[in-house]
């Protein structure tokens, strides 16, 4: 699968998100706390960092590896491997400096060139990494993702075991939050080849390297377990001995839970909102995601026609969408790019709301149905049947019997089945581009728009649904090539593919994300980052 390129320089965007302020760690804080007791919707894909794509998978490699820095209080970077590092005035040179001692859980030494190993592993064709695309600024990258240059000409070396070197293709700066990423992550290559393509599959074919340690998942069981990692080098920090992890894709089951005190953390449903919004660990954890429908138009010819996919988009009423079928997690949608994610650096002005082309993505049934029956002339079809890929945990399933009925309703001649799957398997089905329509949700890897509208550019490895506009294309072409260090002139590209987007429903948005939940009050510390992995767990501690 040919992936994109990402060579802009994020300039244009600054930051507005930031970390969940949950509670936080006492200074009287117990040199040890209780277990805490978690809970994730889904099932763990993998403990591969190559192979992570999703927010489960995030959060236990969070846990467990060692990243160059990583987003801490606040939403700032702080230094995990990484004593310090220097960027060259050219902006194309990082030098790391790691810190000295550093341990896997098997006492081997952590060195620079764990991080060169796994760079090349994840930038290697051969691994199949869908996150590869986030080391395109990365000299050589590319070239080697295309197969004209062998990882090994990476743009990353190791001068010493506590020294690392980046060479970057141009600026970059949004180089240091991608470095979060669990694809950037180090690898122990005598391990990793020993369990050759079992690695990541198990707790017993993975190594750690940070706060916790992964114990008790086998591959296909729902529980597992972050112990504390005494060999990792900032242990003293880790008030927590265990974080007990179970999958609970009925929300039902995980309220109840809560209620029994076996929980200290659990999503909510639209009725458990409702009866819980009074309750002192009611939280709503803003993030920067999207909840789009994508339509694939390789399956579904049909999908081509620009009339037909906006009238599928006008048809969906997202206010309704929103306060009554996901209560509380939900903010109606009006553009692709989640607010609350960037500024305009000309004005300070949300990029989203600058953005927005008024009218284009909202609620109208009479264009809808209008432009849906001249979209069928045009295709020479009297109706269309198209089925709807889901993941099987509540929220989903509510969410795609809705569409279904909407769909239905205001679109005279459309008819929607309903597919419902694990999370692990819709991942690989929208990954082969096995699907009609799909219930699709993107959080940002890092504050900035190119997160998202790169998603869709016609090469994208993450455009299932293969829609392409050259003028799209085109603009992002612009953003990352001749505009990447011009900030106005690249904060103006991106804006010009937002509306593109928007105007030619390339994607249906449907709600920008948040989780309403529980979280036990006596548990603190837990930081809940709007983009990445969805919590760092290093400070976690349950009194």
């Known amino acids: 699968m040919k992936k994109f390129g990402k060579v802009a320089a994020a300039a244009a965007s600054v930051a507005m998100v930031g970390s969940v302020a949950l509670p936080a760690v006492s200074a009287s804080a117990a040199s040890t706390g209780k277990t805490i007791n978690w809970s994730e919707v889904a099932a763990l894909p993998t403990m591969d960092p190559a192979k992570s794509t999703d927010t489960v998978s995030a959060d236990a490699l969070g846990a467990t590896s060692l990243p160059l820095l990583q987003f801490g209080k606040g939403n700032k970077l702080e230094n995990e491997a990484a004593k310090s590092y220097e960027k060259s005035d050219d902006g194309l040179t990082y030098t790391f400096h790691l810190r000295s001692g550093l341990k896997w859980e098997n006492g081997d030494a952590l060195t620079a060139k764990d991080f060169v190993y796994g760079w090349q592993r994840s930038i290697d064709p051969k691994t199949a990494s869908e996150y590869a695309y986030l080391m395109d600024s990365v000299k050589n990258a590319k070239a080697i993702e295309d197969g004209q240059k062998q990882p090994s000409e990476l743009g990353i070396k190791a001068i010493d075991d506590h020294t690392l070197q980046v060479t970057l293709e141009s600026p970059a700066s949004y180089f240091l939050q991608e470095i979060t990423m669990p694809v950037f992550f180090p690898e122990n290559q005598k391990f990793v080849e020993k ?236 990954t082969d581009g096995d699907f009609q329509m799909l219930n699709f949700g993107w959080l940002a890897d890092y504050p900035d728009a ?52 928007e105007k030619e429903a390339g994607v249906a948005p449907l709600y920008y994300r948040s989780t309403a939940s529980l979280l036990n009050p006596k548990v603190k510390g837990v930081i809940a980052n709007p983009t990445g992995a969805p919590f760092n767990f290093k400070y976690a501690v349950k009194h």
């Not at 889901?390 to 597919?419: P, Y």
């Open 195 to 430: 369990q050759g393509s079992k690695y990541g599959t198990s707790a017993a074919t993975y190594l750690s390297a940070g706060p916790y340690k992964f114990k008790g998942w086998t591959g296909s069981n729902n529980k597992y377990s972050f112990v504390k990692n005494d060999k990792y080098f900032d242990a003293d920090k880790v008030k927590t001995k265990k974080i007990a992890v179970q999958t609970i894709k009925d929300q039902n089951t995980g309220y109840n839970l809560y209620q029994g005190k076996k929980l200290d953390f659990t999503p909510l449903s639209p009725d458990q909102v409702k009866a819980s919004k009074n309750k002192k660990g009611y939280k709503v954890i803003k993030t920067g995601a999207t909840q789009a429908l994508q339509m694939n138009e390789e399956k579904v010819p049909e999908f081509k026609n620009t009339k037909i996919r906006q009238a599928i988009s006008y048809a969906i009423n997202r206010d309704t969408l929103s306060s009554k079928i996901v209560t509380g997690s939900a903010i109606p949608a009006t553009t692709y790019t989640p607010k609350g994610l960037v500024k305009n650096p000309n004005n300070n002005k949300d990029f989203a709301t600058d953005a927005e082309v008024k009218g284009a993505v909202s609620f109208d049934k009479k264009k809808a149905a209008k432009l849906f029956k001249a979209g069928l002339k045009e295709v020479g079809k009297s109706k269309l049947s198209v089925q709807l890929l889901t993941d099987d945990d509540d929220t989903s399933k509510r969410v795609a019997q809705f569409l279904q009925e909407q769909l239905e309703q205001n679109l005279k001649g459309m008819d929607v089945s309903i597919k419902t799957v694990p999370k692990k398997q819709r991942l690989k089905l929208s």
């Open 450 to 501: 190119s997160s998202f509208l790169d998603l869709y550019k016609s090469d994208a490895s993450y455009n299932y649904g293969k829609w392409n506009n050259a003028d799209y294309d085109a603009a992002l072409e612009s953003a990352e090539g001749k505009n990447a260090n011009n900030t106005k002139a690249q904060y103006a590209d991106f804006k010009k593919a937002e509306q593109i987007l």
